[in-house]
T-cell receptor, first 117, second 113 residues
Framework: AQSVTQLDSHVSVSEGTPVLLRCNYSSSYSPSLFWYVQHPNKGLQLLLKYTSAATLVKGINGFEAEFKKSETSFHLTKPSAHMSDAAEYFCVVSDVGLTGGGNKLTFGTGTQLKVEL | DAGVTQSPTHLIKTRGQQVTLRCSPISGHKSVSWYQQVLGQGPQFIFQYYEKEERGRGNFPDRFSARQFPNYSSELNVNALLLGDSALYLC????????????FGPGTRLTVL
Protein backbone atom coordinates (compact mmCIF):
# COMPACT_ATOMS: atom_id res chain seq x y z
CA ALA A 1 0.00 0.00 0.00
CA GLN A 2 1.06 3.55 -0.68
CA SER A 3 1.85 5.86 2.21
CA VAL A 4 3.37 9.24 2.96
CA THR A 5 5.13 10.52 6.05
CA GLN A 6 5.28 14.20 6.88
CA LEU A 7 8.33 14.70 9.02
CA ASP A 8 7.24 17.85 10.86
CA SER A 9 3.87 18.43 12.49
CA HIS A 10 4.60 22.14 12.97
CA VAL A 11 6.90 24.55 11.12
CA SER A 12 7.38 28.19 12.05
CA VAL A 13 9.09 30.74 9.78
CA SER A 14 9.43 34.49 9.59
CA GLU A 15 7.76 36.38 6.80
CA GLY A 16 10.12 36.70 3.83
CA THR A 17 12.22 33.64 4.73
CA PRO A 18 12.21 30.29 2.88
CA VAL A 19 9.72 27.54 3.61
CA LEU A 20 10.57 23.82 3.63
CA LEU A 21 7.91 21.20 4.40
CA ARG A 22 9.22 17.65 4.30
CA CYS A 23 7.50 14.55 2.96
CA ASN A 24 8.72 11.01 2.35
CA TYR A 25 6.69 8.46 0.43
CA SER A 26 6.47 4.70 0.22
CA SER A 27 5.30 3.13 -3.02
CA SER A 28 5.80 -0.11 -4.87
CA TYR A 29 5.66 1.70 -8.21
CA SER A 30 6.03 5.20 -9.60
CA PRO A 31 3.52 7.22 -7.60
CA SER A 32 1.38 10.26 -8.27
CA LEU A 33 2.09 12.74 -5.49
CA PHE A 34 0.31 15.92 -4.48
CA TRP A 35 0.48 18.76 -2.02
CA TYR A 36 -2.81 20.20 -0.78
CA VAL A 37 -3.30 23.21 1.51
CA GLN A 38 -6.13 23.70 3.97
CA HIS A 39 -6.85 27.11 5.47
CA PRO A 40 -8.85 27.23 8.73
CA ASN A 41 -12.44 26.09 8.30
CA LYS A 42 -11.94 25.66 4.56
CA GLY A 43 -11.75 22.75 2.14
CA LEU A 44 -8.58 21.46 0.52
CA GLN A 45 -6.90 23.35 -2.30
CA LEU A 46 -4.51 21.68 -4.72
CA LEU A 47 -1.06 23.30 -4.65
CA LEU A 48 0.75 21.05 -7.12
CA LYS A 49 1.00 17.50 -8.43
CA TYR A 50 3.72 15.16 -9.66
CA THR A 51 2.88 12.58 -12.30
CA SER A 52 6.35 11.61 -13.61
CA ALA A 53 6.57 14.26 -16.35
CA ALA A 54 9.21 16.37 -14.58
CA THR A 55 10.89 15.95 -11.22
CA LEU A 56 10.63 19.65 -10.31
CA VAL A 57 7.00 20.65 -10.10
CA LYS A 58 5.82 24.22 -9.88
CA GLY A 59 2.53 25.01 -8.20
CA ILE A 60 0.40 27.96 -7.28
CA ASN A 61 1.39 30.88 -5.05
CA GLY A 62 5.13 30.38 -5.65
CA PHE A 63 5.34 26.86 -4.19
CA GLU A 64 7.32 24.08 -5.81
CA ALA A 65 8.28 20.51 -4.97
CA GLU A 66 11.02 18.18 -6.14
CA PHE A 67 10.51 14.44 -6.60
CA LYS A 68 13.64 12.52 -5.58
CA LYS A 69 13.28 8.81 -6.21
CA SER A 70 16.63 7.91 -4.62
CA GLU A 71 15.54 9.57 -1.37
CA THR A 72 11.80 8.73 -1.73
CA SER A 73 11.09 12.36 -0.93
CA PHE A 74 8.73 15.04 -2.21
CA HIS A 75 9.53 18.15 -0.18
CA LEU A 76 7.57 21.38 -0.63
CA THR A 77 9.44 24.69 -0.79
CA LYS A 78 8.81 28.38 -1.27
CA PRO A 79 11.57 31.01 -1.48
CA SER A 80 9.80 33.66 0.57
CA ALA A 81 6.96 33.09 3.02
CA HIS A 82 3.95 35.37 3.19
CA MET A 83 1.54 35.78 6.08
CA SER A 84 -1.24 34.34 3.90
CA ASP A 85 0.70 31.05 3.62
CA ALA A 86 -0.16 30.17 7.21
CA ALA A 87 -2.27 27.01 6.92
CA GLU A 88 -2.10 23.22 7.16
CA TYR A 89 -0.31 21.41 4.35
CA PHE A 90 -0.90 17.80 3.38
CA CYS A 91 1.37 15.58 1.33
CA VAL A 92 -0.76 13.06 -0.56
CA VAL A 93 -0.18 9.92 -2.63
CA SER A 94 -2.66 8.53 -5.12
CA ASP A 95 -3.34 4.80 -5.00
CA VAL A 96 -4.84 3.54 -8.25
CA GLY A 97 -5.03 -0.05 -7.07
CA LEU A 98 -8.62 -0.14 -5.81
CA THR A 99 -10.53 -3.33 -6.54
CA GLY A 100 -13.22 -1.50 -8.51
CA GLY A 101 -10.70 0.30 -10.68
CA GLY A 102 -10.83 3.63 -8.91
CA ASN A 103 -8.22 5.56 -7.01
CA LYS A 104 -8.03 6.90 -3.50
CA LEU A 105 -5.88 9.59 -1.98
CA THR A 106 -3.83 8.71 1.09
CA PHE A 107 -2.99 11.76 3.16
CA GLY A 108 -0.10 12.44 5.47
CA THR A 109 -0.77 13.68 8.97
CA GLY A 110 -0.28 17.29 7.94
CA THR A 111 2.18 20.10 8.72
CA GLN A 112 0.90 23.26 10.34
CA LEU A 113 2.80 26.24 8.92
CA LYS A 114 3.01 29.35 11.06
CA VAL A 115 4.33 32.59 9.56
CA GLU A 116 5.50 35.28 11.95
CA LEU A 117 6.21 38.95 11.33
CA ASP B 1 -16.79 27.91 -13.21
CA ALA B 2 -18.42 26.61 -10.06
CA GLY B 3 -16.35 24.29 -7.95
CA VAL B 4 -17.50 21.32 -5.92
CA THR B 5 -20.46 22.24 -3.74
CA GLN B 6 -21.62 20.50 -0.57
CA SER B 7 -24.67 20.84 1.62
CA PRO B 8 -25.37 21.47 4.36
CA THR B 9 -22.40 23.45 5.68
CA HIS B 10 -22.96 22.43 9.26
CA LEU B 11 -25.10 19.78 10.88
CA ILE B 12 -25.80 18.78 14.47
CA LYS B 13 -27.25 15.35 15.24
CA THR B 14 -27.65 13.13 18.27
CA ARG B 15 -26.36 9.61 18.75
CA GLY B 16 -28.38 6.97 16.93
CA GLN B 17 -29.77 9.33 14.33
CA GLN B 18 -29.19 9.13 10.59
CA VAL B 19 -27.69 11.82 8.35
CA THR B 20 -27.49 12.51 4.62
CA LEU B 21 -24.81 14.73 3.12
CA ARG B 22 -24.93 15.99 -0.46
CA CYS B 23 -22.32 16.83 -3.07
CA SER B 24 -22.41 18.31 -6.56
CA PRO B 25 -19.25 17.81 -8.65
CA ILE B 26 -17.57 20.24 -10.99
CA SER B 27 -19.40 20.39 -14.31
CA GLY B 28 -18.06 17.66 -16.60
CA HIS B 29 -16.66 15.55 -13.78
CA LYS B 30 -18.12 12.06 -13.57
CA SER B 31 -16.44 10.75 -10.42
CA VAL B 32 -17.09 11.66 -6.80
CA SER B 33 -15.11 10.60 -3.74
CA TRP B 34 -15.92 11.03 -0.04
CA TYR B 35 -13.43 11.58 2.77
CA GLN B 36 -13.76 11.93 6.55
CA GLN B 37 -11.46 14.36 8.36
CA VAL B 38 -11.45 14.08 12.13
CA LEU B 39 -10.12 17.13 13.96
CA GLY B 40 -6.33 17.23 13.92
CA GLN B 41 -5.92 14.46 11.35
CA GLY B 42 -5.63 14.08 7.60
CA PRO B 43 -8.67 13.05 5.56
CA GLN B 44 -9.49 9.35 5.32
CA PHE B 45 -10.99 7.80 2.18
CA ILE B 46 -14.56 6.51 2.48
CA PHE B 47 -15.92 5.88 -1.05
CA GLN B 48 -15.37 6.58 -4.71
CA TYR B 49 -18.11 6.48 -7.35
CA TYR B 50 -17.86 6.73 -11.13
CA GLU B 51 -20.83 6.63 -13.47
CA LYS B 52 -23.06 5.56 -10.55
CA GLU B 53 -20.90 2.54 -9.78
CA GLU B 54 -18.85 2.13 -6.60
CA ARG B 55 -15.17 2.05 -7.56
CA GLY B 56 -13.65 1.80 -4.12
CA ARG B 57 -14.43 1.68 -0.43
CA GLY B 58 -12.27 2.57 2.53
CA ASN B 59 -12.12 0.93 5.93
CA PHE B 60 -15.46 2.19 7.26
CA PRO B 61 -18.37 0.22 8.78
CA ASP B 62 -21.53 -0.66 6.88
CA ARG B 63 -23.29 2.22 8.64
CA PHE B 64 -21.71 4.35 5.91
CA SER B 65 -23.25 4.17 2.46
CA ALA B 66 -23.31 6.34 -0.62
CA ARG B 67 -24.79 6.61 -4.06
CA GLN B 68 -24.32 8.63 -7.22
CA PHE B 69 -27.13 9.95 -9.35
CA PRO B 70 -27.43 10.24 -13.17
CA ASN B 71 -26.42 13.91 -12.96
CA TYR B 72 -23.22 12.75 -11.13
CA SER B 73 -24.18 14.34 -7.82
CA SER B 74 -23.78 12.14 -4.78
CA GLU B 75 -25.13 11.49 -1.30
CA LEU B 76 -23.33 10.06 1.70
CA ASN B 77 -25.52 8.42 4.34
CA VAL B 78 -24.48 7.54 7.84
CA ASN B 79 -26.82 5.48 10.04
CA ALA B 80 -26.83 4.96 13.79
CA LEU B 81 -24.54 7.91 14.43
CA LEU B 82 -21.80 7.60 17.04
CA LEU B 83 -19.92 10.38 18.81
CA GLY B 84 -16.85 9.34 16.83
CA ASP B 85 -18.58 10.21 13.56
CA SER B 86 -18.14 13.90 14.38
CA ALA B 87 -15.88 15.19 11.63
CA LEU B 88 -15.56 17.30 8.51
CA TYR B 89 -16.87 15.31 5.55
CA LEU B 90 -15.23 16.25 2.29
CA CYS B 91 -16.39 15.52 -1.21
CA UNK B 92 -13.98 15.54 -4.15
CA UNK B 93 -14.70 15.32 -7.84
CA UNK B 94 -12.54 14.24 -10.75
CA UNK B 95 -13.00 13.66 -14.46
CA UNK B 96 -13.07 9.88 -14.41
CA UNK B 97 -11.55 8.88 -11.09
CA UNK B 98 -8.84 6.50 -12.20
CA UNK B 99 -5.74 8.66 -11.95
CA UNK B 100 -7.29 12.08 -12.30
CA UNK B 101 -6.69 14.97 -9.93
CA UNK B 102 -9.35 15.29 -7.26
CA UNK B 103 -10.80 18.71 -6.46
CA PHE B 104 -12.37 19.21 -3.06
CA GLY B 105 -15.46 20.99 -1.85
CA PRO B 106 -15.61 23.06 1.35
CA GLY B 107 -16.95 20.16 3.41
CA THR B 108 -19.84 19.52 5.77
CA ARG B 109 -19.08 19.82 9.48
CA LEU B 110 -21.02 17.10 11.34
CA THR B 111 -21.32 17.26 15.12
CA VAL B 112 -22.82 14.29 16.93
CA LEU B 113 -23.99 14.96 20.51
Amino acid sequence: AQSVTQLDSHVSVSEGTPVLLRCNYSSSYSPSLFWYVQHPNKGLQLLLKYTSAATLVKGINGFEAEFKKSETSFHLTKPSAHMSDAAEYFCVVSDVGLTGGGNKLTFGTGTQLKVEL
Amino acid sequence: DAGVTQSPTHLIKTRGQQVTLRCSPISGHKSVSWYQQVLGQGPQFIFQYYEKEERGRGNFPDRFSARQFPNYSSELNVNALLLGDSALYLCASSLQGAADTQYFGPGTRLTVL
